[in-house]
């Protein structure tokens, strides 16, 4: 899988400067977390990199290509994919409509095989193929969010705040999602508030502040470190 690189980007809301200089990798196979508060930038960077906000300085790269110059058709085309904070699914829709919504690019003869690999990640789905979405509990909404971006056959995957507003018992059955996606050969990036859950899952992870990455390791260091734990972890 090409790695990707984003080097020292910038991006701005009006006269906000959301991010400022960021730059950080994904290698092949890795899980990548980015942990934080509130406003720190981190759904910021996965907009950045999917071309859904422009950058005003710096390059995001995937292999040999530069994402910053492609629109959000062609960078999923190339084989990134985003499962946005909130879902943003359908809600009218059935689950296995959503899911075919997010293989529209590909060719139909691929779109049964993918919906099959898929609900082999997530079998709640299958069985509730024909139901709507909006009648899904929150969790299971999430599990379809995440299969509906799996449907494009990404080398890398984004994950917008997976865990958010879902109970423990849930935020452990998407964990364990996430590791089985990593396990079939997909990269990850992981933003997430829920910072000692993403950490155990990381293979590296950044720390954002105010638009600025401020601390970067192993997913284990981050976990040790004692800044880390006071300001993310309640230690």
Do not use: W
């Amino acid at each position: 899988m090409p790695p990707l690189k984003v080097h020292d980007v910038q991006v701005s809301y009006g006269k906000v400067r959301a991010l400022r200089g960021v730059t950080l990798s994904v290698d092949e196979r890795e899980i990548v977390s980015i942990v934080g508060a509130n406003g720190a930038g981190k759904s910021t960077i996965l907009k950045a990199v999917m071309g859904l906000v422009p950058i005003t300085a710096g390059s995001v790269e995937f292999g040999d290509r530069r994402l910053d110059q492609l629109s959000p058709p062609r960078i999923v085309r190339a084989g990134v994919s985003l499962c946005p904070e909130g879902r943003r699914l359908f809600p009218e829709m059935t689950v296995e409509e959503n899911l075919r919504m997010g293989g529209y690019q590909r060719d139909r003869r691929h779109v049964a095989g993918a919906l099959g690999e898929v609900y082999a990640y997530v079998p709640v789905l299958a069985e509730r193929r024909g139901q709507v979405a909006g009648s899904l509990s929150g969790g299971q909404q999430q599990m379809l969010a995440i299969g509906r971006a799996l449907m494009s056959d990404p080398k890398l995957l984004l994950l917008d705040e997976p865990s958010l507003g879902l109970a423990p018992l849930v935020v452990r059955e998407i964990a364990t999602i996430v590791r089985n996606i990593h396990a079939r050969g997909v990269s990850v990036v992981l933003v997430e508030q829920n910072a000692r859950m993403a950490l155990k899952l990381s293979d590296h992870a950044y720390v954002m502040e105010t638009g600025r990455v401020t601390l970067h390791g192993t997913g284990q260091e981050l976990l040790d470190n004692p800044l880390v734990q006071r300001s993310y972890l309640g230690v």
